[in-house]
């Protein structure tokens, strides 16, 4: 079995901030993770994944995040939030035979106060 | 490229009717999976198409149920709507269908709110 767990649903950063949104995972299996980010009235777009190769993953927008073993963790960092991150971001694990079956951890809505 | 295509955008049913979901994937591919969302339970995975066949499958009931056409096109059905089943449901298309390998597209959704 896995799960995801998103500590805070909700992160609010002002403008030029760091921004770090938290995501473990468990896992009886070596996991897949991903973050996704959902805009308002629309549907998920990827930002990143680690597929087990550098564990130290770059998205697009510039996020990326860290795969940390020990911890359970896989947490979402961008050095300098702007307005358009405000959105809600979802991390999300499977396993390397579960085609396209994701489980999704809660959300976590991110605000960028100007 | 044309994104994934849901449709319809919004819908409204009443309590114990039926309801049928559409989505077009991305041309090429092969793959079709099904989400639903709600402020209560979060995302959670219905599921899976490949070529025709069901892959993987979630734990909803089943009043849930789906299929795949020759064109990679896929519809889900709900029967007996109940009151929470409303809720934002996503399809996604990748093309051989892992997750892992591939890129996972999502569509904007059908919003059901059923009375």
């Known amino acids: 079995a896995q799960s995801v767990t998103q500590l805070g649903s909700h992160v609010s950063v002002s403008e030029g901030a760091l921004v770090l949104l938290r995501c473990n995972y468990s896992s009886s299996v070596p996991p897949y993770l991903f973050w996704y980010v959902q805009y308002p009235n629309q549907g998920l777009q990827l930002l990143l994944k680690y597929t087990s190769a550098a564990t130290l993953v770059k998205g697009i927008n510039g996020f990326e995040a860290e795969f940390k073993k020990s911890e359970t963790s896989f947490h979402l960092t961008k050095p300098s939030a702007h307005m358009s991150d405000a959105a809600e971001y979802f991390c999300a694990v499977t396993q390397g035979n579960a085609g396209n079956m994701l489980t999704f951890g809660g959300g976590t809505r991110l605000m960028v106060k100007p | 490229k044309a994104g994934v295509t849901q449709t319809p955008r919004y819908l409204i049913k009443t309590r114990g009717q039926q309801v049928t979901l559409s989505c077009s994937p991305i041309?090429?591919?092969?793959?079709v999976s099904w989400y639903q969302q709600t402020p209560g339970q979060g995302l959670q995975f219905l599921f899976e198409?490949?070529?025709?066949?069901?892959?993987n499958k979630g734990n909803f009931p089943g009043r849930f149920s789906g299929r795949q056409f020759s064109n990679s096109r896929s519809e889900m059905n709900v029967s007996t709507l109940e009151l929470g089943d409303s809720a934002l449901y996503l399809c996604?298309?990748?093309?051989?269908?892992?997750?892992?390998?591939?890129?996972?597209?999502f569509g904007s959704g059908t919003q059901l709110s059923v009375l």
């Open positions: 041309s090429g591919h092969r793959s």
């Open positions: 198409y490949f070529s025709e066949t069901q892959r």
């Open positions: 996604a298309s990748s093309l051989s269908g892992t997750a892992t390998n591939e890129k996972l597209f």
